[in-house]
Structure formats: structure tokens, C-alpha cells
């Protein structure tokens, strides 16, 4: 928890320091009014004492209320700016990082744990800050000031009130080393239900469609009792706190008037007054101690979850970056376009067996190239070294004549087009799904953004949407069909005006006759662009320069389709299964 404070700027501890000068100014406040009522207590049992006096004593007393209320006000406010600028400084730097994991990192933390640390990690955080900051720091000065007041008034009293704190401190102990462990529970579970719940709502169409309805409720139903049994043991717990405070207190005041009435019973006339004061002015003094360890009890509650928290938090801004940026930006380069596999070999972290094994091919600037094998042959693995989503494992990718890894990331991506396989959109408009992004140059248009609309073959169903180029995008595009997702995923490419295309499997959901004529309209509006292609289909890469064929991440072959045909088993194979006898004897 002490290590997320370093993220606190010099204005918060300036902060801080004026919230612990108006902090000991109310509790110097707090402790007067014993003072005052110990002197009241005098003036109405002293003859001859005037009303004069006692108002103003009491009036006295009155200011010290006030003052202190107003001091609470003051360090409210500080405290207030301390939590929000931190918690606001915590979630921009998780989205940070987070934004510069590679798949690597962000499989590592799961994206719902991810979004869980992001919200409600911080929030426990800010609401510890906020609250326990104060209470941490005006309970000790309370308390060691409340006691050296009492110190001599009576060694009975002080011998109670020591009595009472061992009680309350052992009690707080064992509760906080009951509930520690489950609120680290709470946490992964709430990352659970989070995951849960965001598979459900993500695969809605697939649950109906198999009737799984049951089946999920009943996942989540087991996430959600899990997290309910777990938030039920630690309130639980939590709930002795409140009643054995207020039981320690009310046993303390009652302690404190018994033995008050022995003492007094048993001292000599002159002793009896002073006695029954010092008794009312320890009682106050006593309440006060009691008090501390109750503001202590407030930080309790939240510090077990805020710890928890904390620990997940430097967990993601502590986590060691595997991709980092290299010194080369795109100012520097020269070629433009040319894609380069050296003796590439590919291992997911944490796997036994490599995924790609010793590929080797060239990219000329301007050709296409297109990747084909059976699913799970490594084309889309193969795809993912170039924009860095993964790293080669052994061997060297490069663009350009310059390896990859020397690149910033910057300026790679602002080199390519890609278009994954699942085409992603976001809440917006038509036109900020097309202009999504920044490639380093110039903004698009509205002529580009037609442009690229219609080489992508999205023109016509995006002219009959309401608002044609300002019509609403739902997130994840939720409103229009997945052939329409992927034309405008493509267009969004397109408009980046790359030196090189990443088609992932990019035209499945497209019919035979667009996805023929998209690709020739991309052949001839963006010539000498180099576009690497991964297809299950032999109808959209036969006309492709050079045909590379994966089988279980080796390279079965490389060539044109016609040559392909006639030496490659594999690439025969899938042919087969796809062309009739005629297209394939005529190729």
C-alpha cells in the first residue's frame, strides 16, 4: 500500500502538510473542551460563583466546537483533492500501461481482471485515501495527546483505560487476520464475475442459439454465490467491530464512574471536589482515546481491500514490458514496403511446441502475397510477428532491410494496414471508423473517406444508412452485419494509405463476386502497395504473385498458383476440396 503513495505529486504533500496543521489544530480544539467542562464542573460546585463565568467558559467550549467543525471541513477538502488526483493519475497510468502490453502481458492478466484492477481496484484505493488518511493521521495525535492529559489523574482510571485498549486492540487484530485472506478473494472473484458476466453478453447469439441460457445462469450464478458467500464471511466479521467498540466504550465510562464513586466515597471533604472533576475530565479524556481506536476502526474496514488492491495495481504498472520501442522512426526510412521473413521461428509463451518453424520469404514492394493451410497451420501466427503483437521467438522479421524489433512501435504500425480477423468497430460513426486512428500524416478527407468506402465495396449499404457517413456505429458494430463490418474494417485500412496490407482472413464474410471485386479495385487504386493475404479461400489468393503454403507451421511450398498445383501435395489437397475438376485442370 506504501509504495502506491510515490505516485502522490509535490502539490499533494502540500496538501498533506496543511491537512496535518489543521488536523492537530482540531484535535488541540477537541481536547480543550475537557478543559472547560472540568472548569464549569468547578464553577457550579464552588459558592459564590457567578453565571458570568460559566457562560463564558461555556462559551469558550462553543468556539472550540465550532473551530473544530470548521477545521474538519478544511481537511475534508484537502483530503478530497489528495484521493480524486491520485486515483485519476492511477487509472491513467494503468490504461497506459495496458495500452503498451503485448498479447503476452494482457493474456497474462485476462482483460477482465484488467478492467476490474482499472475500476474497482482504484476505487478502494481513492475511498482509503479519503477517509483513512485522516483517520490515520488524527487518531495517534489524539491519543498520545489524550493520554498524557489524563497522566496522574488517577492511576486506577489509567489502569482501566490501558485495560480497555489491550481488549480493543486484540479484538481489531483478530479480525483483520480473519478477513486479510478473503478480501484477496473478493478481488479474484470479482475478476471471475466480471469475466463471467463479459462472455455471456459477448456470445449472446451463441447462448440462444444453443439454448445455453441455463447453462450460463448457472455459471454465473456459482460466480456470483462464490462472491456473495465471500463479501457475506468478511461483513460478518466486519460487524463485531461496531458493537464491540461501543461495547468497550460503554464498559470504559461505566469503569471509570465505579471506581470514581469509591474513590470519592472514601476521600476527605476538601479531595471530594477536586476528585469528581478530575473524574468527569478522565471520562471525557478516556472517551477520546476510545475515540482514536474507533477513527482507526474506519481505516480498518477499507485497508484490508485497499492492501489487496494496491498489490493488483503494482502488478500491472510494475510488469516488465516485452516489446519495447526501438530508435528507429519513420523519418529515417528510405525503402518502403518490403516484407522479409528470416529463418522465423515462433513459440507462445509458456507453450511446449513451436507454433512456426525456420520460415523464410520475401515480400517485394508492390507484390501480393498470400498465406494458405489448413486451420492451425500458424497463418494468422505468422501474420502477427510483423505489426509485434508477438515477437519472433528465433529468426528475424523485417521490413524495409531493418528488423522490426528496431523500430518504434509508432512508426511500424504507421506503415501498415491491418485488418484482423475479426473485424472490430467502435461506438462512433461510419466516417470515425474509417478515419480511426493516426498514421502520421495528413487527416483524411471527405474525398479519401469516399474513396477508401468505395474501394472497400461498402459504398452502396453505407449511402442507404441513415446519415450515410455520419450514421451511428454501434459499439463492436452491433448494427450492422459482419460482411458490412469487415468492407468497413477494410476501408479503414485503405484510408491509412499504408506501404503495406495485413489482410487476416479479411474477406471471409464476403460473398464470391464482392470479395472478387474488392480485390481488384485494391489491385488497382493502391498499386504498388505490398499486401500480404491470409485465406482459407484458393479463390481470393490464386491470382496472388506468390502463394505461400503452411502445413503445421512449415512451409510446404512457395509459388504461383498454376506451379502450386502441380508440385505442392498440400496446396492439390486444399484445392480439391474447394475447385472442381475443370478450374483446376484449366489453371
Known amino acids: 500500500m506504501i509504495k502506491i503513495f510515490k505516485y502522490l505529486e509535490k502539490k499533494d504533500w502540500i496538501y498533506v502538510l496543511f491537512s496535518l496543521v489543521f488536523i492537530v489544530f482540531q484535535v488541540w480544539l477537541d481536547l480543550k473542551l475537557p478543559d472547560y467542562m472540568s472548569e464549569i464542573t468547578m464553577l457550579v460546585q464552588t459558592e459564590g460563583s457567578g453565571m458570568g463565568d460559566i457562560l463564558s467558559a461555556g462559551g469558550y467550549m462553543l468556539l472550540c466546537a465550532v473551530g473544530s467543525l470548521c477545521a474538519t471541513f478544511v481537511v475534508g477538502y484537502f483530503v478530497a483533492r489528495i484521493a480524486a488526483g491520485l486515483s485519476m493519475r492511477l487509472r491513467e497510468m494503468v490504461y497506459n500501461k495496458t495500452m503498451s502490453f503485448s498479447m503476452e502481458e494482457i493474456n497474462g492478466f485476462s482483460t477482465a481482471s484488467l478492467i476490474t484492477r482499472s475500476t474497482n481496484d482504484i476505487t478502494q484505493i481513492q475511498m482509503f485515501v479519503a477517509m483513512g488518511l485522516q483517520a490515520i493521521v488524527k487518531a495517534p495525535i489524539m491519543a498520545v495527546w489524550a493520554v498524557v492529559k489524563i497522566a496522574g489523574k488517577g492511576w486506577e482510571w489509567t489502569a482501566v483505560t490501558g485495560g480497555a485498549v489491550i481488549i480493543l486492540v486484540v479484538m481489531l487484530g483478530t479480525i483483520i487476520a480473519l478477513s486479510m485472506p478473503k478480501f484477496k478473494s473478493i ?169 512456426l518453424h525456420d520460415i523464410s520469404f520475401t515480400a517485394h514492394k508492390g507484390e501480393t502475397v498470400a498465406f494458405i493451410g489448413s486451420t492451425g497451420s500458424g497463418k494468422s501466427t505468422l501474420v502477427s510477428l510483423i505489426p509485434r503483437f508477438y515477437d519472433a521467438t528465433d529468426g528475424e522479421v523485417v521490413i524495409d532491410g531493418i528488423n522490426v524489433k528496431n523500430y518504434s512501435q509508432e512508426a511500424l504500425h504507421n506503415k501498415l494496414g491491418y485488418v484482423p480477423q475479426r473485424s472490430v468497430m467502435f461506438s462512433g460513426t461510419v466516417s470515425s471508423n474509417v478515419t480511426y486512428g493516426d498514421n502520421g500524416k495528413e487527416p483524411a478527407d471527405a474525398d479519401m473517406i469516399r474513396e477508401s468506402v468505395s474501394i472497400a465495396q461498402a459504398e452502396e449499404f453505407v449511402n442507404k444508412m441513415d446519415g450515410t457517413y455520419d450514421a451511428v456505429i454501434a459499439q463492436g458494430g452491433t448494427n450492422i452485419s459482419g460482411g458490412q463490418k469487415q468492407r468497413l474494417a477494410i476501408a479503414r485500412a485503405v484510408c491509412r494509405r499504408p506501404e503495406i496490407y495485413i489482410f487476416d482472413d479479411s474477406f471471409s464474410a464476403l460473398d464470391y463476386k464482392t470479395d472478387r471485386i474488392l480485390r481488384k479495385a485494391l489491385k488497382e487504386k493502391t498499386g504498388g502497395t505490398t499486401t500480404l493475404i491470409v485465406a482459407q479461400r484458393i479463390g481470393t489468393i490464386m491470382d496472388a504473385d506468390k502463394i505461400i503454403v503452411l502445413d503445421e507451421g512449415r512451409v510446404a511450398g512457395q509459388g504461383k498458383h498454376k506451379d502450386l498445383l502441380a508440385n505442392c501435395p498440400v496446396y492439390r489437397e486444399i484445392a480439391e476440396s474447394q475447385l472442381s475438376k475443370e478450374e483446376i485442370e484449366n489453371a
Do not use: C, H
Not at 468527569?280 to 489487496?308: D, E, G, H, K
Open 187 to 355: 478481488q479474484r472473484l470479482t475478476d471471475n464475475l466480471n469475466r463471467v458476466a463479459r462472455e455471456n453478453l459477448t456470445g449472446i447469439r451463441v447462448v440462444r442459439a444453443y439454448n445455453a441460457e441455463s447453462y450460463q445462469e448457472e455459471r454465473f450464478e456459482k460466480a456470483n454465490q462464490d462472491l456473495t458467500k465471500t463479501n457475506l464471511f468478511t461483513n460478518r466479521i466486519m460487524s463485531v467491530m461496531q458493537p464491540g467498540m461501543t461495547l468497550i466504550m460503554s464498559g470504559l465510562g461505566l469503569a471509570i464512574y465505579w471506581i470514581g464513586v469509591y474513590l470519592i466515597d472514601g476521600a476527605a471533604m476538601p479531595e471530594k471536589l477536586t476528585l469528581f472533576s478530575n473524574m468527569v475530565v478522565f471520562s471525557s479524556y478516556a472517551m477520546q482515546v476510545i475515540m482514536a481506536f474507533m477513527l482507526l476502526t474506519m481505516t480498518f474496514i477499507i485497508l484490508p481491500r485497499a492492501a489487496v488492491s494496491a498489490k493488483r495495481i503494482n502488478e500491472v504498472l510494475d510488469t516488465e514490458e516485452k516489446i519495447v520501442d526501438g530508435k528507429i522512426t519513420s523519418s529515417e526510412l528510405f525503402e518502403q514496403g518490403e516484407v522479409e521473413f528470416r529463418q522465423v521461428s515462433f513459440q507462445y509463451p509458456g507453450a511446449e511446441d513451436y507454433i
